[in-house]
């Protein structure tokens, strides 16, 4: 089981410049049940695509048993792939289908000649092995006396089953699924995870599958591969990666989370939500960090009886449970629970050490490297803003002409000058973009991630031109998307010099 | 009273236009065919003119033979030009291919007579009648045939060749298990495009073969002019349409589904 049959090393891929996959580096042990889980464009199916073949790495190696296959052909690999959207060929019944791997293996053979030498030789499988294997694999996948339909006749749940037939009929050292149950219903899905679940067992081979259903992705997996932006960011069991996310965007994507801002207030002891809670998770002292509490680990309890307060403000019953949400303070809890409290009602709430998760903030400030141009405006993050320039020279002011006049009385032109550009996380705005914005705005991007943090938002804008970040905190809640106009205040632009000007 | 639009008084044109052109014509065709010159009275003799005649008989066999040999030289030039076209990844490849369908645009019996001074330019105009013939009709033909086979490889789902590559096709095997058979309802809309005006397309005959090279539908325009039988004439081009039928009905016709591949997707 401790067998390392498939290994990425420092795996990098780019199309056009745009980096789809940065520096993966991972294994997979022989007879595991790895899913790779991320939004789209996460850069998972690339990493299929690349294990199968399909798509070349820019750089870095793919191992295969410890052997390099980075530039080795699909056909040559013993890896089959269930796609997408099943990609049978039309114009082969099921049989054909399943059997058209099976035509193309050549496996050693034994053979008498003439002298009665052992002579070994490649040679095709024989169409009575072909026809028993065809057989055997569409029994594995309930498909019996399918053989002679056309493909195109079958529903799409017996058109996914004809595809991973066609797949696990070759033996293959590794099954890739490429998010093979996403065309199908709830219902289906559900009845399908439970028999890949079971096939797995069975056939003992090792499954990689690519899906962005956290869902799916827990129940089924025996390691959970969470990626975003191309790259990894938490490698796990599904218990690991739901327990103790690593960082915010995985308790965001995995499962519900109430995130919130905390600070370290002692050994062991965190405070948040107005209140000093004790933490299982060590971090130095006055340290802001983010705070995941997931929804089923608060218990409720009478008003007053527990360390935090809070009012009911919405209840929806959800078949199993409760969903809540409490107001403590500024912020907003959801909670679940079997029990339900009624709109309005005060409540005391309860989370025990264990249940806290604690992860350093990711971001803290927006940093950029920009320059100045003959207008004093600055130039950074695919954008030109209106900048105090005389912060970098303490005491000075500018010219009619626009030259900087130091303290000292010395003159400066800043035109071209490289600076680092600094922006806090609560000094950005955003606007929605219009005709005249799109002129005038200093820079225009998409919202490309939304956080819920208990009080606030946390917005990612991304430019189009160099995919320029900006990191942001929010109190109105905008849809992901969206392109908005970004504004940031002239005082709130924090400027230091790279080098020093020359006068 | 008033006058209710419905969209069913649309066919009123189109029903018009078929009854004038075409039905009302084919039943002169088939009135002249199997009837007597002389009497007006119902025969078959023109048929049996027709097919006694050796002459007749190898007019026929030497356009099947025509035909058959333009079609296949022009699906072995059109099907790797389509196939690279739709391939690469180049953005402005229907600029490509419209350098190949642009010829189509010019006059075609300029385009002919361009082709008759070049050939007589180079000497080989009185040598090779037949050779001639073929190849002017390859060059006029040619776009008939890239024309549906790019579209059908256009929309060959890329996907397919990955599954068989992915289940160890070589590239080779690929193209001849996956992407040959899928290309077929293109390869079959070419052929019928190409085989059957080859059959009767004399101009190309007459310009090129100088005479030399009489093909069924130099037969029929003479019936009908110079000989002004225009009984034997509507036997003939009678014979050609079963012929034409036949051949639709091997190659599986056409069918709804593969309206799309016969270029109507293309512009």
């Not at chain 2, 190898?58 to 072995?76: K, M, P, Q």
Request: glycine share 8%; hydrophobic share 45%.
């Amino acid at each position: 089981m401790s067998e390392k049959i498939i290994q990425l090393i420092d795996v990098y891929k780019e199309y056009d410049k745009n980096v789809a996959v940065e520096n993966v580096t991972f294994y997979v042990k022989k007879g595991e049940f790895v899913t790779f889980l991320g939004p789209s464009g996460c850069g998972k199916t690339t990493t299929l695509r690349m294990i199968a073949g399909f798509e070349m790495p820019t750089g870095g190696q793919i191992l295969l048993n410890g052997k390099d296959v980075t530039s080795i052909p699909p056909h040559k690999r013993p890896i089959n792939t269930v796609f997408q959207r099943y990609a049978l060929f039309p114009h082969l019944d099921v049989f054909d289908n399943v059997a058209f791997g099976l035509r193309n293996k050549k496996v050693k053979t034994t053979k008498t000649d003439k002298n009665g030498n052992k002579v070994e030789k490649l040679a095709k499988l024989s169409n009575q092995v072909i026809a028993q294997k065809v057989t055997d694999a569409l029994k594995m996948v309930d498909l019996e006396g399918f053989e002679e339909r056309n493909v195109t006749t079958l529903s799409g749940g017996q058109q996914q089953r004809v595809a991973i037939a066609r797949a696990i009929v070759n033996e293959p050292e590794i099954l890739l699924l490429d998010e093979p149950l996403g065309a199908l219903d709830l219902k289906m899905r559900k009845d399908m995870q439970i028999e890949l679940k079971e096939l797995h067992k069975k056939l003992g081979m090792t499954f990689i599958y690519v899906t962005h259903d956290q869902e799916e992705a827990l129940t089924m997996s025996d390691t959970v591969v969470v990626m975003k932006d191309g790259m990894i960011q938490q490698i796990g069991t599904p218990m690991d990666i739901y327990n103790e996310p690593k960082n915010v965007f995985v308790a965001d994507f995995i499962g519900e989370s109430n995130i919130l801002s905390g600070i370290m207030v002692g050994k062991y002891k965190i405070k948040f939500l107005g209140h000093t809670f004790d933490c299982v998770d060590d971090f130095a002292l006055n340290d802001h960090v983010d705070v995941v509490v997931r929804p089923e680990d608060i218990k409720m309890v009478d008003a007053d009886d527990g360390m935090i307060n809070g009012v009911v403000i919405d209840s929806i019953f959800k078949g199993m449970h409760y969903e809540m949400t409490v107001k403590v303070g500024k912020s907003e809890l959801t909670i679940q629970s079997t029990k339900e409290r009624k709109v309005g009602e005060m409540i005391g709430m309860n989370i025990q050490p264990d249940n806290i998760h604690i992860m350093a903030k990711e971001f803290t400030t927006n940093v950029y490297d920009g320059y100045i141009t003959k207008n004093n405006t600055v130039v950074f993050g695919d954008g030109e803003f209106d900048a105090d320039v005389t912060q970098l020279y303490p005491g000075s002011h500018l010219d009619e002409e626009g030259y900087l006049i130091t303290k000292e009385g010395e003159q400066i032109d800043l035109t071209d000058v490289d600076v680092r550009v600094e922006v806090g996380l609560k000094d950005i705005d955003i606007d929605d973009i219009t005709d005249e914005l799109e002129e005038t705005a200093s820079a225009v991007g998409k919202i490309i991630s939304i956080i819920y943090k208990g009080d606030h938002y946390q917005l990612i804008v991304r430019t189009e031109e160099n995919e320029e970040d900006y990191v942001f905190d929010t109190e109105y809640l905008w849809n992901e998307n969206d392109t908005v106009a970004i504004s940031i205040p002239k005082d709130k632009i924090k400027l230091s010099l790279k080098a020093e000007v020359k006068k | 009273m008033k006058m209710h639009f419905n969209r069913k008084h649309l066919v009123i044109p189109y029903g018009l236009f078929l009854v004038l052109f075409v039905i009302i014509p084919l039943g002169f065709i088939v009135y002249y065919a199997f009837t007597n010159g002389s009497t007006g009275s119902f025969s078959l003799a023109n048929f049996i003119k027709f097919f006694a005649s050796p002459t007749s008989l190898s007019t026929l066999l030497l356009s099947i033979g025509v035909a058959l040999l333009t079609t296949a030289v022009c699906l072995l030039i059109a099907y790797p030009i389509a196939y690279i076209l739709a391939r690469s990844k180049f953005k402005k490849k229907s600029v490509l291919l419209m350098l190949f369908v642009l010829p189509m645009w010019i006059n075609f019996v300029l385009r002919i007579n361009a082709l008759r001074e070049f050939l007589d330019l180079i000497g080989l105009l009185d040598q090779a009648h037949l050779f001639n013939t073929i190849l002017g009709m390859v060059y006029d033909f040619l776009p008939f045939m890239i024309l549906p086979l790019y579209t059908t490889l256009i929309k060959l789902d890329k996907s397919m060749l990955e599954a068989s590559a992915d289940l160890g096709s070589h590239p080779v095997s690929t193209f001849a298990k996956v992407t040959l058979p899928l290309s077929m309802p293109g390869i079959v809309s070419g052929i019928t495009m190409v085989f059957m005006p080859t059959m009767t397309n004399y101009v190309i005959s007459d310009t090129l073969g100088l005479g030399h090279v009489t093909i069924i539908g130099k037969f029929i325009e003479e019936c009908f002019g110079a000989r002004s039988d225009w009984h034997l004439g509507s036997a003939i081009a009678l014979v050609l349409l079963m012929i034409i039928f036949v051949s639709m009905l091997v190659s599986g016709g056409f069918k709804e589904e593969d309206n799309g591949s016969r270029g109507a997707g293309l512009w």
